[in-house]
């Protein structure tokens, strides 16, 4: 008996009509009678609805702000049951209706204001938007068929572009070119235009003569317009099947959540599906008459933040317990670094540093408007098959946000950000590359070294500033990509060669280094226990492949350590103790001088210098590894742990190789002079020889290979010779 006592009139049906009159009238009068019920159980929820004892939260953020109102749909469902249905179902109907509701309510609310003549007036009040948001899960967007059109559908993405700002007329205004009489006709709100009427309904006057056909004209000063910008959204890089292009969706906003999005940022929205006439599909659809091309209108969208991005960043009761119980444990880390590529062998150190990573350190916004970063970025330097590209695909599969580039294939605009050229409205706008793409998560750059040094320039400032600027095209804007870098790198000549200085191995310029928090030289060492455990670890991997991959077991602690990354990101953001910044601050001073006696000492400088960002690098090593222990605070074993981890990394990286100066005794730096003589005697200006030949000559006669080498790598490094054909030729130089 819902609509009894609505202030309709009630009549009972006697005769006076006949039947089929009747039904017609009857069905309108239902219609336009729960309408109207529908206007007044939006203004009573408006109103009425308190979420406790004496809170009307709608009430107040109309009083607010008048402009816009956010609905729960989870609140209208407690308040009417029949109200979500109706706007799910037909959400084009009854939005207009909420927001008329909402204007009335609105106007009530305020007080009466004096006007010009000094009598009081009812206030003015503009429209009121309504927004949607409700807590149920997005569809996927490869779902949304021809059944969802016109309904109510929730979708999540990134978005890729956004339009300028254009006006869409809701009332345009029209007049007669003959009669000269105006009316106004609504618009439909969207993509969508207005019905013009073919004919003018004025009556002529006996002697004038009759208004043509087509007699509109549009007055646009006189139309009344709101704002409206198109956005294109792409589903997440994890929802795409494998080998599938991303696809996208226009999206159309308008009135106050215009300007509100910028290329990059992940969106919930909800939305209207609805279909639109494409303006070029004439060209291709030649005759199609009856095909649209989709679109959603949005009447709410939410922001993700990092926290929250990828899958519900709701934790259970439960799963909250169970991270806690582990992080309460004393071997958390131990516990953590075996859960990380478990099918890897060996390489404990580096495990512990990618722990850290995909943990990250706590961000900080100073007062003054500086932002330092929280993420940690690291470098594997080494022989080909030390297993550096397994590192990076589990990583891609375990951090919650992650892209995998390799280092030839990407250019400098696809891991920034691009500018194109739109087809249909011939503006630019931007496309995010792998580094936006990839905010708050991991970017993982295989083949390092390959990439052209003028792409890689372009990754600087987002690994240490964290925004990307562009200004191309007309458009100049920054963008944020807040992620870490794991990038992978072989050494110049292939192989790391232990005869060369660290400079020749790691053949990367310093500016790029000294981003990286921990550089990690990977090598391939040849020793015979551990080559037996490594291929019996192998072995064994492969032999059991079959049966591990029928256990559910390994997906699901994969699962759950993504999980707990994801809890400890977004619940943990650790300070260091005070203990623990005295201890790091005598020995980063110590690691400076120890730096400077060493440069003093062999008359150069480290290949890997030692910097403030070093000494921020540790700052973050140490947070994170408090964060996996949920703790609020870095202690001094965290600083040590991390200490360690920066010394057998960074600092062993800066050591590494052959120093032309150490450990030599006069006897040896006597040796070497003679050998010098001997090479320079056997080969003339601008001559050349091969190296092996030379060595061999030397050898025959008595000297050590090992000085000759040594001797050739000194003339080599003052430039007297230079190596050519792949160091099969020594030339020597004028």
Known sequence: MSGWDEGAVYYSNQDQFTEASSEAEAAAASTTASRHSVLLKFKEFIRNFEKEKNVFPYRESLVNNPKFLMVHLEDLLSFDSDLPSLLRSSPSDYLPLFETAAAEVLAGLKMKVAGDSGEMVEPQTGEVQILLTSKEDPVSMRSLGAQYISKLVKISGITIAASRIKAKATYVHLICKNCKSARAVPCRPGLGGAIVPRSCDHVPQPGEEPCPIDPWLIVPDKSKYVDQQTLKLQENPEDVPTGELPRNMLLSVDRHLVQTIVPGSRLTIMGIYSIFQASNSSTNHKGAVAVRQPYIRIVGMEETNEASSRGPATFTQEEVEEFKKFASNQDTYEGICSKVAPSIFGHEDVKKAVACLLFGGARKNLPDGVKLRGDINVLLL?????????????????????????????????????????????????????????????????????????????????????????????????????????????????????????????????????????????????????????????????????????????????????????????????????????????????????????????????????????????????????????????????????????????????????????????????????????????????????????????????????????????????????????????????
């Open 382 to 734: 080494g022989d080909p098959s030390t297993a550096k590209s397994q590192f990076l695909k589990f990583v891609e599969k375990t951090a919650p946000i992650a892209v995998y580039t390799s280092g030839k294939g990407s250019s400098a605009a696809g891991l920034t950000a691009s500018v194109i050229r739109d087809s249909s409205s011939r503006e630019f706008y931007l496309e995010g590359g792998a580094m936006v793409l990839a905010d708050g998560g991991v970017v993982c750059i295989d083949e390092f070294d390959k990439m052209r040094p003028e792409d890689r320039v372009a990754i600087h400032e987002a690994m240490e500033q964290q925004t990307i600027s562009i200004a191309k095209a007309g458009i100049t804007t920054v963008l944020n990509s807040r992620t870490s870098v794991l990038a992978a790198a072989n050494p110049p000549s292939g192989r790391y060669d232990d005869l060369k200085t660290a400079q020749d191995n790691i053949d990367l310029q310093t500016t790029i280094l000294s981003r990286f928090d921990l550089i990690f030289i990977v090598k391939d060492i040849r020793m015979y226990d551990q080559d037996k455990t490594i291929a019996s670890h192998i072995i064994k991997v492969h032999a059991s492949a079959q049966t591990v991959s029928n256990d559910s077991r390994t997906s699901k602690e994969e699962n759950w350590l993504k999980r707990y990354i994801q809890y400890c990101r977004s619940e943990c953001h650790p300070r260091l103790s005070e203990a623990a910044c005295a201890k790091l601050q005598s020995d980063y001073v110590d690691i400076r001088r120890g730096m400077r006696q060493q440069a003093n000492e062999t008359g150069e400088s480290a290949a890997i210098p030692i910097t403030v960002r070093q000494l921020e690098a540790i700052i973050r090593l140490s947070e994170a590894l408090a964060k996996m222990k949920l703790s609020h605070v870095a202690t001094e074993g965290d600083v040590a742990e991390a200490l360690r981890l920066f010394k057998i990394s960074t600092m062993d990286a800066a050591r590494s190789g052959i120093n032309q100066h150490i450990n030599i005794t006069p006897d040896m730096a006597n040796e070497i002079k003679q050998a010098e003589n001997q090479i320079k005697r056997r080969l003339g200006i601008g001559n050349r020889i091969s190296e092996r030949r030379l060595i061999d000559d030397l050898t025959r006669m008595g000297m050590n290979e090992s000085i000759v080498r040594r001797a050739i790598l000194i003339m080599h490094q003052r430039g007297e010779v230079e190596y050519q054909r792949e160091r099969h030729i020594i030339v020597r130089k004028v």
